[in-house]
């Protein structure tokens, strides 16, 4: 295989990875809480023996959150909440693993417990599930994260958390993410500079116009390099058919 293969192999094969993931953002533009994924990509310079012009490669070196602020939609509802600042909500799932997310859209579950409606117990400031009594009326959370009852009475602080290492969690879908086996369970550290607003949503921060440009200029790049690799292949043909006939 020539140069020309590798290099239109290695770009290909990068293009290939972006899409995944700008198709990823797009479909979930509408999330909330969601963070859009980008992908990090490094030239590698491969210097030829006896040439002077070095053969350019494309490396795929992972990906990276966006952390940015979603913008905050205002919903109405006693359940909704906001983050406004870098803290994470913590939450329990059906399969009782600890995940973290953004996505402040709260129902009380048949248990009167306080859940996402996905299903995924939301946990207190100490990192357990939140048991809402049933005669608690409209409650009020206050930016801190407190929950009172209709009557002004506390039930339970919203659980905000600082997650420093969050670009190396997994995505669990939902906007959600686990901690992977080689971290560790980490420490529930409380989220001091974020606030907690009531009756508001956190969108995705995903802005569909730039990420569908992405899109198109992604398929123009893996264009080019399948483009690449045909002509490669034609100029060996072509090479083997000259020879045959000599």
């Given at each position: 295989?020539?140069n020309?293969s590798?290099?239109?192999?290695?770009?290909s094969?990068v293009?290939?990875?972006?899409?995944?993931?700008?198709t990823?953002?797009?479909?979930?533009?509408?999330t909330a809480?969601f963070?859009g994924e980008?992908?990090?990509?490094?030239?590698?310079?491969h210097?030829?023996?006896?040439?002077?012009?070095?053969?350019?490669?494309?490396?795929?070196?992972?990906?990276?959150?966006d952390?940015?602020q979603?913008?905050?939609?205002?919903?109405?509802?006693?359940?909704?909440?906001?983050?406004?600042?870098?803290?994470?909500?913590?939450?329990?799932?059906?399969?009782g693993r600890?995940?973290?997310?953004?996505?402040?859209r709260?129902?009380?579950?048949?248990?009167g417990n306080?859940?996402?409606?996905?299903?995924?117990l939301?946990?207190?400031?100490?990192?357990?599930p939140?048991?809402?009594?049933?005669?608690?009326?409209?409650?009020?959370?206050?930016?801190?994260?407190?929950?009172?009852?209709a009557?002004?009475?506390?039930?339970?602080?919203?659980?905000?958390?600082?997650?420093?290492?969050?670009?190396?969690?997994e995505?669990l879908?939902?906007g959600?993410?686990?901690v992977?086996?080689?971290l560790?369970?980490?420490?529930?550290?409380?989220?001091?500079?974020?606030?907690?607003?009531?009756?508001f949503?956190?969108?995705?921060?995903?802005?569909?116009i730039?990420?569908?440009?992405?899109m198109?200029?992604v398929?123009r790049?893996?264009?080019?390099?399948?483009?690449?690799?045909e002509?490669?292949?034609?100029l060996?043909r072509?090479?083997?058919?000259?020879?045959?006939?000599?």
């Amino acid at each position: 295989m020539d140069n020309s293969s590798y290099v239109s192999l290695s770009l290909s094969s990068v293009m290939r990875r972006s899409m995944d993931i700008t198709t990823h953002n797009i479909a979930n533009a509408n999330t909330a809480g969601f963070k859009g994924e980008h992908a990090v990509f490094e030239e590698y310079l491969h210097k030829q023996p006896g040439k002077r012009d070095d053969v350019s490669f494309s490396l795929d070196k992972g990906s990276y959150m966006d952390l940015s602020q979603g913008g905050l939609v205002e919903t109405g509802s006693s359940l909704d909440v906001a983050i406004q600042g870098d803290g994470w909500m913590a939450y329990e799932t059906p399969e009782g693993r600890t995940t973290y997310g953004r996505d402040g859209r709260m129902v009380i579950d048949q248990l009167g417990n306080l859940s996402t409606t996905s299903g995924a117990l939301v946990l207190d400031a100490g990192g357990t599930p939140i048991a809402v009594p049933p005669a608690s009326g409209r409650i009020s959370i206050s930016e801190d994260g407190l929950i009172s009852d209709a009557n002004g009475e506390p039930i339970a602080t919203i659980g905000v958390f600082n997650v420093d290492d969050i670009q190396a969690y997994e995505r669990l879908g939902n906007g959600m993410f686990g901690v992977p086996e080689s971290l560790g369970q980490p420490a529930f550290n409380q989220a001091l500079d974020t606030k907690v607003i009531q009756g508001f949503v956190e969108q995705s921060n995903v802005q569909p116009i730039v990420e569908i440009t992405r899109m198109m200029e992604v398929q123009r790049a893996y264009d080019r390099s399948i483009k690449l690799s045909e002509n490669g292949h034609e100029l060996t043909r072509n090479a083997l058919s000259k020879l045959g006939r000599a």
